[in-house]
């Protein structure tokens, strides 16, 4: 019950924050991409020095006043001041300014893989990643990207910590560590195996009740609901999604200017990653990275950020008109 109503006051606060977000002039919000970009970088850069550490992972930031975890708050300030720029040199874009996107992008990524955050730093990347190629990035540029991604993997597998390298190693066979690494998928595969069509009915379902499925209220929560309320459930999620990203599609195809076109690709593609991700580590596709179900998930920063970017949807449909930014 107390997470029940701690949740609540999130979505009562998110809100709040989506509908002031919503009501933004449009050339205000652009305008204001920059700075929020620069807080948020000193924000992370803070928390890497005086940030407070929680697992063996360094995230979040006391304020005093709030605790906040600036990773969360990059993957709506990432995708605006990239937005922005494009948008900003519209007319003279060439490969320099491809580069210096590229350094935008990988100063934040960088400095959230090092607290560890591989899921979140995956997120805020990919919201980076939607912008710069939906603003031109020619096919050479891509396949180079890819090639070198392909090239530097065997070194990149030293950067990883020990975990993060055993849950990829475990990924094809968790049988091979049930007690380990493997547990959270096993036990994620069998509660939603488990539920069959129907799903068991709520707070029915054995193995989130009975505590063997771990973080069932926050990354595996998935498996929960599809225990409890079994495929017509997690279709009835699937639609749900399909109509937000349909939706979030059809504003960006209608938006007045390249910022919002672009902002509002890149959130919304965001938001089918958020959800392809978490479903997929939870069915045993993907390694297990920490990526909450977004507007389902229990907790106040994902459910603050995922609204926030609905804000700014909203925003750019209520502001079909061009605007001069």
Same mark, same amino acid.
């Given at each position: ?15 709040? /924050?989506?509908?002031? $977000?919503?009501? !933004?002039?449009?050339?205000? %919000?652009?305008?204001? &991409? *920059? @700075? +929020? ?23 979040? /930031?006391?304020?005093? $006043?709030?605790? !906040?975890?600036?990773?969360? %708050?990059?993957?709506? &300030? *990432? @995708? +605006? ?23 935008? /992008?990988?100063?934040? $990524?960088?400095? !959230? ?213």
């Amino acid at each position: 019950m107390n997470k029940v109503i701690a949740q609540g006051k999130n979505f009562i606060f998110a809100l709040i /924050l989506m509908w002031i $977000v919503a009501k !933004i002039p449009l050339d205000y %919000l652009s305008r204001f &991409a *920059l @700075p +929020l970009y620069i807080f948020t970088m000193v924000l992370l850069v803070l928390t890497a020095l005086i940030g407070d550490q929680a697992k063996g992972a360094q995230r979040w /930031l006391d304020l005093q $006043v709030v605790r !906040i975890q600036p990773s969360e %708050l990059m993957k709506i &300030a *990432l @995708p +605006l001041m990239l937005a922005w720029y494009f948008d900003r040199y519209e007319r003279v874009i060439g490969a320099k300014y491809y580069v210096v996107a590229a350094l935008l /992008l990988l100063a934040p $990524v960088i400095l !959230i893989l090092k607290q560890p955050d591989l899921g979140t730093s995956i997120l805020v990347f990919t919201s980076g990643f939607f912008v710069l190629f939906f603003a031109g990035m020619s096919l050479r540029v891509l396949a180079f990207i890819v090639t070198l991604s392909v090239l530097v993997m065997p070194f990149a597998w030293g950067v990883l910590e020990p975990y993060q390298q055993t849950r990829i190693l475990t990924l094809l066979n968790p049988a091979s560590d049930p007690l380990g690494a493997g547990y959270h998928t096993i036990q994620s595969t069998i509660a939603i195996g488990s539920g069959g069509f129907w799903g068991k009915g709520w707070m029915e379902g054995t193995q989130s009740q009975l505590n063997f499925l771990p973080e069932g209220a926050t990354d595996f929560v998935f498996a929960v609901l599809g225990e409890e309320f079994g495929f017509i459930g997690v279709l009835f999620i699937f639609l749900a999604y399909l109509a937000l990203i349909w939706r979030g599609l059809q504003i960006a195809q209608r938006a007045p200017n390249l910022f919002s076109r672009l902002a509002a690709t890149s959130i919304t593609l965001t938001f089918f990653i958020y959800a392809f991700v978490n479903v997929g580590m939870v069915i045993g596709l993907l390694p297990i990275v920490g990526v909450p179900l977004p507007l389902i998930s229990f907790g106040g920063s994902s459910a603050v950020t995922v609204l926030i970017g609905i804000g700014i949807l909203m925003n750019f449909r209520a502001n079909r008109r061009l605007v001069q930014t």
